[in-house]
C-alpha cells in the first residue's frame, strides 16, 4: 500500500459529519472558498492530528463549524486561488490559525520547493529565494523544519533532509575531533556518530513512507539550524568570529569568578585564614569547584567535569576516612602506656579528637557527595556553593575540613 492509499484510508474526514457541516443553513454564507470534502486530517506520528485541503494546513479542528468558516473566510485574503493558475506555486502552502472573532493570528507561508518558510508571502514565494543571505536564509529554513516537524504526514520527506543532516553532522564531529573538550556543537562526538549511522539507515526503502522519519530529521535539521543562529552563522569573518567566541568564553569565566567573591574587607581575612589556619589547603579545592563548572558551551561537558568532581572527592575523603581511622587507633594506644608525660599525653588528646573529627566530617562529607552525579544535583550544589555567606570561599573551607584535620 502507497503512502497515499494509507493516508486516503485513515485520513478521510467523516464523510457524514462533513456533509452535516455543509447542509448547516447558519454557515452557508462563509463556506465559499473550497467545499468541505477537500479536508483531510492527518495524524503526527506522536498522535496529534491537524488537517489539511492541499493549500491550507489547520491546526485547530475545522469539525467545530466556526473555526472552518473562520479559516475560509480568512483564506480569501490570501490570494490563493491565484497560486495554481501561476503554476510555479504548486510548493506553497500555508499554515493558518484563526481567533476567535474569525480573523487570523497566524499565517505561516511554507514553500517546500526550496525548504524555507517565512509570514509573508513575499518572503517565501521562489522570486525571493536568489536575494537570501546566509542568516536570513538560515533563520527561514527553520521556520520550514519546526513546521515540518509538526506536519510530517501529508506531504513526503523533502528530498534535501537526509544530505542536510548528514552534512551538518559531519562538521560536528570534526569539529569534536579538532577543538576537543573546547568543542561548541551541539552534539558530542559520540552523539554525532549515533545520529550519522540513523540518518543514513534512512536511506533503506523500509523508511521511504515513514513519518516518523520526516520528524525526525525535521526536528534535527530544526536544531542545527538554532544552534547556527546562535553562532551567527554567515555573518562574521575568520577572526571576527574566533574574537567573538574568545570573549564570550572570557566575559563568562569573569562574571562567574566576580560573582563568587565575598565583600572587599572579608576577602584579606579569608586569605590570612586559609593560608595560617588552613595550610593554603582550601585554595586546592576552591580552583577544583571552579573547574569542576567551566561552561565552554556544552553542557553535557559540565556533566563529564561534574562527575570527576564527586568521584574525586569521594576517593579523597574514603583514603583520609582511612588514614584517620589508623591514626586514631595508634593515638589511643599511645595513651594507654604508663607513666606517659604530659605534655605527650596532652599532644595525644589532641591528635585522637583531630583524627575523631576527621572521621566524623569525613563520612559526613562522603555521604553528602557520593549520590550527587545528576545534572540537577550540579546546578543546585553549585548555587548553594556560590550564594553562600562566605562564597566559595567558605565551602572551600568547608571541604578542607578531613584533610586538615589530620594531626
Not at 485547530?60 to 473562520?70: H, N, T, V, W
Not at 573538550?181 to 543514513?200: I, M, Q, Y
Not at 535539521?221 to 570573549?247: N, P, V, W
Amino acid at each position: 500500500m502507497t503512502r497515499s492509499n494509507t493516508l486516503d484510508t485513515i485520513a478521510v474526514l467523516d464523510e457524514h459529519q462533513m456533509n452535516n457541516l455543509s447542509n448547516d443553513p447558519e454557515k452557508e454564507h462563509s463556506i465559499s472558498f473550497s467545499t468541505t470534502s477537500d479536508w483531510k486530517v492527518f495524524v503526527h506520528p506522536q498522535g496529534s492530528i491537524y488537517f489539511s485541503n492541499g493549500q491550507i494546513i489547520a491546526d485547530q479542528d475545522i469539525r467545530d463549524p466556526e473555526i472552518l468558516s473562520g479559516i475560509q473566510y480568512s483564506s480569501s485574503f490570501l490570494g490563493l486561488d491565484a497560486w495554481d493558475s501561476e503554476g510555479s506555486e504548486k510548493d506553497m502552502e500555508v499554515q493558518l490559525n484563526v481567533s476567535n472573532r474569525g480573523q487570523w493570528n497566524l499565517a505561516l507561508f511554507v514553500n517546500h520547493k526550496h525548504c524555507v518558510a517565512a509570514h509573508a508571502y513575499e518572503k517565501a514565494r521562489d522570486g525571493a529565494f536568489a536575494n537570501m543571505d546566509p542568516e536570513t536564509l538560515n533563520r527561514r529554513r527553520r521556520l520550514y523544519w519546526n513546521f515540518i516537524w509538526t506536519h510530517s504526514a501529508h506531504r513526503p520527506c523533502p528530498a534535501r533532509a537526509v544530505p542536510d543532516a548528514c552534512d551538518a553532522l559531519a562538521w560536528f564531529y570534526a569539529d569534536n575531533l579538532i577543538s576537543g573538550a573546547g568543542s561548541v556543537v551541539p552534539f558530542s562526538k559520540e552523539e554525532c556518530e549515533e545520529l550519522l549511522r540513523r540518518v543514513k539507515e534512512f536511506e533503506l526503502p523500509c523508511y521511504d513512507n515513514s513519518t516518523a522519519k520526516t520528524s525526525f530529521l525535521a526536528w534535527l535539521l530544526r536544531e542545527i539550524c538554532s544552534f547556527r543562529d546562535a553562532e551567527m552563522y554567515g555573518q562574521l569573518t575568520r577572526k571576527e568570529f574566533t574574537e567573538r567566541r574568545h570573549d564570550k568564553y572570557t566575559q563568562h569565566k569573569a562574571h562567574s569568578d566576580s560573582s563568587a567573591l565575598p565583600a572587599n574587607f572579608v576577602l584579606p581575612v579569608l586569605r590570612l585564614i586559609m593560608n595560617c589556619v588552613f595550610f593554603g589547603i582550601p585554595h586546592s579545592y576552591m580552583r577544583l569547584v571552579k573547574q569542576s563548572f567551566e561552561y565552554r558551551g556544552r553542557l553535557a561537558g559540565m556533566q563529564a567535569n561534574w562527575e570527576t568532581y564527586i568521584d574525586r572527592l569521594v576517593r579523597e575523603y574514603s583514603h583520609f576516612l582511612l588514614i584517620s581511622t589508623v591514626l586514631l587507633s595508634a593515638t589511643v594506644g599511645l595513651l594507654a602506656v604508663p607513666n606517659v608525660p604530659r605534655i605527650m599525653e596532652i599532644a595525644a588528646l589532641v591528635s585522637a579528637f583531630s583524627s575523631l573529627g576527621s572521621i566524623i566530617v569525613g563520612v559526613f562529607a562522603i555521604w553528602r557527595h557520593q549520590a550527587k552525579f545528576r545534572t540537577v544535583d550540579s546546578f543546585t550544589y553549585m548555587r548553594n556553593a556560590q550564594h553562600s555567606l562566605l562564597g566559595f570561599y567558605g565551602h572551600a573551607m568547608l571541604l578542607s575540613l578531613p584533610p586538615f584535620g589530620q594531626p
